[in-house]
């Protein structure tokens, strides 16, 4: 009696979660399948399922330049922002894993950027790389790097670096708390024993830190790389994709698909494309992170 | 020298705290010089004392709502936390104490939730919310915000569930409490560092919102503080100073109620409770 008792109860405290869960999670994924295999265009967008039957958006996107073109700038949006995001984050937990006096502080002034809005700092970096009167153009100038003003957002060239940058920015504090955390755990007894036999710095970064923060780095890797890869915000704020298509994601690609174009089937294909794609990536990675996939945050 | 090499670490976590931070500082400074000052080629870095102003405050207060996305934007993040803590509070409680198929079933979603396109899921609730007649009402925004921070949160509030003993409850049972009194009065006064460090989680993703709300909110006068403070780009674009300062002001809130609850957020992240 007790035990049904018990069960009744722990089922009914899920119902609030499951009943979200099901409603606005599995409910608009089975819309949005359905939606994927519909033919042509509606402005009714509760329409939708009335269109008939087709494999056609699949097969167009497939076989489309656009969408490939689209799939590489979002491996090296993802690949560069996660990238320069763990570096910012590496050095910093293993600056804040040392003591000193203010160190609270200065941890919260380093994880501030977490808290801040995506589109904020792409307002922010708008400012800053402003082709005329933007501060990164008068630095790269002063110190000689570059003798004329760049239009970063502008210019093809530069426009993915553009976007790239404040990704990283919003990104790092994740890395650092995430391996913060893990530095923390390293026993400091095997320090201790490494410099008694002499290792030099280096070593004891390759031979004890690595090896003791490395579950977390690839899990906050995997993690970093996911919200980057379907990330909108501050690509759709600083440049809609554009220049010529140089930073169109292919996240922004769904929004502009579905929103400025209304090809609301094409746009679900295409956004199930990306979810397998990031299902596959994940599945890839799978067995280096199975131990603490559920850790993290984000 | 020993002393120098002492105060190394802390030199230097607080010298590339200050570059971090740097985007930030410029959008202030920014904000309160004029506008001669800002368009130049070699802009000053720091502010010219007698140059400092509040000008494009005020202006963004009389020429813009931002009063009216600001308060958009509060009425949204409080309800979109306060809804998400509770659903996420009873779940991770199920989840910590009973071993349930619950497990399986919210581990997939967070799963799922991790990989799902923002982009991809609007369409879907766009139908949704305009076949309900939701459109421009921030109830729909409400309820998506709800979706996305449910999953995580819940597994945040089921690890810090599990760092506190059954046995405190188990004492309540012996003086007659119920399971849910015995949640309410004596577990959940424990997690307090962890119900701060998850509705700070809640708090940000809800107000850092662009997308639910961009796509939901049509009429300017539902937009929530970063849709509106967006649609400023290009409409806004020669004066710096009013757009900076309308981003730095979007940005306060979220950075005081960091400053407050960060240290609970980081022992919640580090003292390996969320690792499920």
């Known amino acids: 009696m007790n035990t049904k008792r018990n069960a009744v109860f722990a089922y009914g405290l899920l119902v609030p979660a499951l009943l979200v869960v099901a409603v606005l999670l599995v409910y608009p994924m089975y819309l949005a399948l359905n939606a994927s295999f519909r033919k042509g265009q509606t402005s009714n967008f509760s329409k939708i399922n009335e269109l008939p039957f087709t494999l056609d958006n699949y097969q167009n996107i497939l076989t489309d330049s656009a969408f490939w073109h689209s799939l590489w700038i979002s491996i090296q949006y993802t690949f560069f922002s996660t990238a320069i995001g763990f570096a910012i984050g590496l050095v910093t937990a293993l600056l804040l894993n040392r003591n000193f006096r203010g160190r609270r502080l200065v941890r919260t002034l380093i994880l501030v950027p977490w808290a801040i809005p995506g589109v904020v700092v792409s307002l922010g970096f708008i400012w800053i790389l402003d082709a005329s009167y933007g501060i990164m153009n008068a630095m790269l100038r002063s110190l000689g790097i570059i003798s004329a003003n760049i239009a970063w957002l502008s210019n093809p060239n530069y426009a993915l670096w553009a976007v790239i940058l404040p990704t990283a920015w919003k990104g790092y504090p994740f890395f650092t708390l995430m391996l913060l955390a893990a530095l923390q755990s390293v026993p400091v007894e095997l320090y201790e024993a490494g410099r008694v036999d002499g290792a030099s710095k280096w070593r004891l970064f390759a031979n004890i830190t690595w090896p003791g923060i490395r579950p977390a780095a690839v899990l906050s890797l995997v993690l970093n790389g996911l919200w980057a890869f379907r990330e909108f915000d501050f690509i759709y704020s600083m440049t809609r994709g554009g220049p010529m298509g140089a930073t169109e994601t292919l996240a922004v690609k769904i929004y502009n698909q579905a929103f400025s174009f209304f090809h609301q089937s094409a746009a679900a294909a295409l956004g199930m494309l990306t979810f397998l794609i990031c299902i596959i990536s994940v599945l890839t990675v799978y067995p280096l992170i199975k131990e603490q996939f559920f850790g993290g945050s984000r | 020298m020993k002393k120098l090499q002492s105060m190394l670490p802390g030199t230097l976590a607080l010298l590339l705290s200050l570059i971090m931070l740097f985007p930030l500082y410029w959008m202030f400074n920014t904000s309160i010089m004029p506008t001669s000052e800002i368009l130049s080629l070699n802009p000053p870095l720091w502010p010219t004392l007698s140059k400092i102003n509040f000008d494009a405050y005020v202006s963004i207060l009389h ?3 931002i009063l009216r996305w600001f308060a958009n934007s509060l009425n949204i993040t409080l309800w979109s936390s306060a809804i998400s803590m509770g659903i996420s509070i009873l779940a991770g409680y199920s989840l910590s104490r009973f071993r349930t198929r619950g497990q399986a079933v919210m581990g997939f979603f967070l799963l799922v939730n991790r990989m799902l396109p923002g982009t991809l899921i609007i369409i ?5 919310t305009n076949s309900l007649h939701l459109i421009n009402n921030p109830l729909a925004v409400i ?20 760092s506190i003993p059954v046995e405190l409850e188990e004492a309540g049972f012996v003086d007659g409490c119920s399971r849910l009194k015995a949640l309410v009065r004596i577990i959940l006064p424990l997690t307090a560092p962890g119900l701060a460090a998850t509705g700070i989680y809640s708090a940000v993703l809800a107000w850092s919102d662009f997308l639910f709300a961009r796509s939901l909110l049509l009429e300017s006068s539902q937009w929530t503080i970063t849709v509106g ?9 020669v004066q710096w100073s009013s757009l900076m300062a309308m981003g730095f002001l979007s940005v306060v809130p979220m950075i005081v109620l960091f400053f407050l609850l960060e240290p609970f957020f980081v022992r919640g992240m580090t003292s390996g409770a969320v690792k499920g």
């Open chain 2, 63 to 65: 020429n813009t709502p």
């Open chain 2, 124 to 128: 879907p609730i766009f139908i949704m």
């Open chain 2, 143 to 162: 309820l998506t915000n709800i979706t996305a921070i449910v999953p995580f949160a819940t597994w945040m509030m089921k690890g810090f569930f599990d």
């Open chain 2, 229 to 237: 403070t967006i649609s400023f780009i290009g409409q806004y674009m």
